[in-house]
C-alpha cells in the first residue's frame, strides 16, 4: 500500500486492483455495511473476509520492497523514512481529532508511548508503526540469517500472537500464560502488530518473489544467467524454494483455504473465544494463493488512469470522511446517512475514494512547481 509502482514491464495488474478492493475492505471494517440487513452476514464480511486487506498490503511490501532493500540499504532506510515521515504526518492530521474526543485523557507518558510505538493515535494508524517494526524486524533477519529461518521464525510468532487475538478465549485465566499475555498487553493492546502479526506477510511476500525469480530463470534460462537474487550471505537463497505453483492449483488452494477461514471464523465467534479477531490460522495459507493468483492475472491496469497512492490516501483519510458523513447527516438531518447500514458504508466509500482521488491529483500538479520553489531556494 505504501510503494510506488514499478516499472511499467513489471505492472500487475491483479495486485493493482486488489489494492482498491483491500482499501474498500478497510473502509467496510469501519462501517459495518450490512448491520441492518445482517449482523452474521457482518461479521463474515468485515471481520473475515475483509481481514484479507492488511495482510495482503504487508505482502505488496514483502514482493517489492524488501528485495531492494537487501540489495540496496539505502532504499531500505528510504523506504523506513517514508513510512516514518507518512506516520508523523497522519499524527499530525488527527490529533485535532484526538484533541477534540478527548483520547488522550489520562493516558500518561506510557499511555502515549504505548499509542505511538504499537496502538496507532488513531484507531487505524496502528497499521504503520507495525509496518515500520515488522519491515525493520525481517529486514534485518534476511541481512544475517537464510530466508527459511527468518520465514519460520515470522510463523512462529504468528502462532504465539493467535492466543492474543481470536485464540484469547482459550487461556486459562489466572495461568502463567495468561499472565504473559496479560503483561503483553501493557505494551501493545492487541498482538496484531509489528512483533506478532507483520513479518509473517512481509515474509509471505518475499518468499514469493523469490519463488517468481526461480520461475522465471528456469523459464529463461539465458536471459536470467547470473542475475539469480543471492542472500548476503552468499548461498543462493532461491535453492530450498520451489517455483510459484500453477494458477490451478493456486486457485484450488485458495478454494481449500477460503472454506476453512471461512469455518474457523464462524467456529470462534459461536464459541466467542475472540478478544479480536484480525488473526487467523487459515488466514497465513489463503494469503500466500491469493497473492500467486493475483499475481497471474492479465489484462488492463486500474491504476494506470489512477494516482499511485490512491489505496494508501484511501486506508489514511477515510476516517476523516466518515467524520464528515456524519456531521453531514446531524446537520441536514438526513439520518438515512447513519442509520441504515448500507447508505453509510456507500456514503463513506464514495467520499473516501472521491477525496483521496482530487487530493492526489493536485498533489501530483503541485509537486513538480514545489520541487522548482525548492530548488531555487
Same mark, same amino acid.
Given at each position: ?34 448491520? $441492518?440487513?445482517? #449482523? ?177 530463470? @528456469? ?19 532461491? @535453492?530450498?524454494?520451489?517455483? #510459484? ?18 469455518? @474457523? ?53 477515510? #476516517?476523516?470522511? !466518515? ?32 477525496? $483521496? ?16 520553489? !525548492?530548488?531555487?531556494?
Amino acid at each position: 500500500m505504501t510503494e510506488k509502482p514499478m516499472a511499467q514491464k513489471h505492472i500487475y495488474p491483479g495486485i493493482n486492483c486488489f489494492k482498491l478492493l483491500a482499501a474498500l475492505f478497510v473502509i467496510m471494517i469501519h462501517t459495518s455495511p450490512l448491520t $441492518s440487513v445482517s #449482523p452474521e452476514a457482518d461479521f463474515v464480511l468485515t471481520r473475515i473476509i475483509a481481514r484479507t486487506a492488511v495482510p495482503f498490503f504487508f505482502m505488496v511490501t514483502g514482493f517489492f520492497v524488501l528485495p531492494k532493500a537487501l540489495g540496496d540499504t539505502r532504499r531500505g532506510l528510504r523506504y523506513l523514512r517514508r513510512i516514518g515521515l507518512i506516520y508523523l504526518a497522519s499524527m499530525l492530521l488527527y490529533l485535532p481529532v484526538n484533541l477534540y474526543a478527548d483520547h488522550f485523557n489520562g493516558a500518561g507518558l506510557g499511555g502515549l508511548l504505548k499509542m505511538i510505538l504499537t496502538d496507532g493515535t488513531f484507531y487505524h494508524l496502528w497499521y504503520l508503526p507495525a509496518l515500520l517494526l515488522g519491515f525493520a524486524l525481517v529486514w534485518a533477519g534476511l541481512a544475517y540469517l537464510p530466508a527459511k529461518a527468518v520465514f519460520l521464525i515470522s510463523v512462529f510468532l504468528y502462532l504465539t500472537g493467535l492466543p492474543g487475538d481470536s485464540y484469547y478465549g482459550f487461556l486459562k485465566e489466572g495461568s502463567v500464560i495468561y499472565t504473559v499475555y496479560e503483561g503483553i498487553f501493557h505494551v501493545s493492546s492487541y498482538t496484531r502488530n509489528g512483533l506478532f502479526y507483520a513479518p509473517v506477510f512481509l515474509m509471505l511476500g518475499y518468499v514469493i518473489s523469490l519463488q517468481y525469480r526461480q520461475g522465471t530463470a @528456469e523459464k529463461n534460462p539465458g536471459k536470467a544467467a547470473g542475475k539469480s537474487f543471492r542472500s548476503p550471505r552468499g548461498k543462493s537463497a532461491l @535453492e530450498a524454494l520451489r517455483c #510459484p505453483p500453477s494458477f490451478s492449483l493456486a486457485l484450488a488452494g485458495f478454494g481449500i483455504c477460503s472454506a476453512l477461514f471461512l469455518a @474457523e471464523g464462524i467456529t470462534l465467534k459461536i464459541l466467542d473465544v475472540q478478544r479480536h479477531d484480525s488473526m487467523y490460522l487459515a488466514l497465513v495459507p489463503l494469503m500466500y494463493f491469493l497473492f500467486c493468483i493475483l499475481l497471474d492475472v492479465k489484462g488492463p491496469d486500474p491504476m494506470k488512469r489512477l494516482p499511485g497512492d490512491l489505496p494508501l490516501l484511501v486506508y489514511l483519510l477515510h #476516517p476523516l470522511f !466518515l467524520i464528515l458523513v456524519r456531521g453531514f447527516a446531524g446537520v441536514t438531518g438526513l439520518t438515512v446517512f447513519t442509520e441504515n447500514s448500507v447508505v453509510h458504508f456507500l456514503a463513506v466509500a464514495a467520499a473516501s475514494f472521491a477525496g $483521496s482521488w482530487i487530493l492526489a491529483t493536485l498533489w501530483l500538479l503541485v509537486k513538480p512547481k514545489l520541487k522548482n520553489l !525548492l530548488r531555487r531556494g
